[in-house]
């Protein structure tokens, strides 16, 4: 499988504070990989590592064979390597429509009118079509961020990630204070999401990683304690031990 994303003895500290310690990973196309672990792994760091929001002490990291060690977030974003956020960062005041028609009229290169109506712009017109029917948002196209249900919120700011056409899309805990009942809809959309698109789930919640992951990272301590597919970490006892708890299946 081609690797799209690899970190190799990826190290960050904080004065005397080690919190990523020697994290390699490898990520493939097309993958389906959880990184969990218990509060305080690391998990944030790494995922900001990634990003380009921090700079690691030591280590490498590289996108489709190209090292991105030290380029600028937003240069990793226009290069493919895209993230949603644990706290959501949307506009309140826009509606969902607006919004993926901003990302995706800046994808076009033609963001300086993405107010003009949305017609204007065929190519965008589409792409928001589409992206608004596969993330269950065309009924609450028209309604502001602000009054929507926080799981369509969730599923906009995946929708907007999705607009800026990801070869690796990082997902920082989707289902973060989604209530219970509008938690299905997102594990449906995740699901669903296009396959050529290779997903790093950063998770909590055991139900969306066990039902989306194939793969997954354990990170202990800011090292990376073990790895394999799905059943083997939920019946390595090891992990149950640290993490998961000896009642989990």
Same mark, same amino acid.
């Given at each position: ?9 990826l190290v960050?500290?904080?004065g005397g ?6 994290v390699s990973?490898r ?6 990989h959880?990184?969990?672990g ?12 990634l990003?380009?929001?921090?700079e690691p002490?030591s ?6 064979g190209q090292?991105i060690?030290?380029i600028?977030a937003h240069q ?12 959501s ?8 429509l607006?919004s993926?028609a901003?990302?995706?009229s ?5 963001s300086?009118?993405?107010w003009q109506?949305?017609g204007?712009d065929a190519r965008?017109?589409?792409?928001c079509e589409t992206?608004?029917?596969?993330f269950h ?5 028209n309604?502001? =961020?602000?009054l #929507?249900?926080? %799981?369509?919120?969730r599923?906009?700011?995946?929708a907007? *990630?999705?607009?800026?056409? &990801? /070869? !690796?899309?990082l997902l ?5 204070g ?5 938690r299905?809809e997102i594990f ?23 039902n989306?992951?194939?793969s =997954?990272?354990? #990170?202990v301590? %800011?090292a990376?304690f073990?790895e394999?597919?799905v059943? *083997?970490?939920?019946n390595? &006892? /090891? !992990?149950?031990?640290v993490?998961?708890g000896?009642?989990?299946g």
């Open positions: 499988m081609t690797i799209v994303l690899e970190t190799r003895k960050k500290r904080f504070i080690t919190a990523t310690h020697d990973l990520i493939e196309r097309g993958a389906r959880a990184l969990i218990p509060n305080g792994a690391g998990k944030t760091t790494l995922v900001n590592l990003t380009g929001v921090l002490s280590g490498s990291i590289a996108l489709d090292d060690t030290r600028a990793r974003v226009r290069r493919g390597l895209v993230r949603t956020f644990q706290i960062q949307l506009f309140q005041q826009l509606t969902p607006q993926l901003l990302t995706v800046a994808q076009l290169g033609i300086a009118a993405w109506p949305l204007r965008v017109a589409a792409a992206l608004l029917t596969r948002l065309d009924d609450v196209m309604q502001q =961020v602000a #929507l249900a926080y %799981g369509k919120r599923l906009l700011e995946i907007t *990630a999705l607009a800026c056409r &990801p /070869r !690796v899309l920082d805990e989707p289902v973060a989604v209530p219970e009942g509008e299905q449906d959309t995740l699901n669903a999401l296009p396959a050529d698109v290779s997903v790093l789930l950063i998770e909590h919640d055991m139900d969306l990683v066990f989306f992951a194939r =997954v990272s354990v #990170l301590n %800011g990376v073990a394999g597919d059943q *083997a970490i939920s390595d &006892p /090891r !992990v149950k031990a993490y998961l000896q009642g989990h």
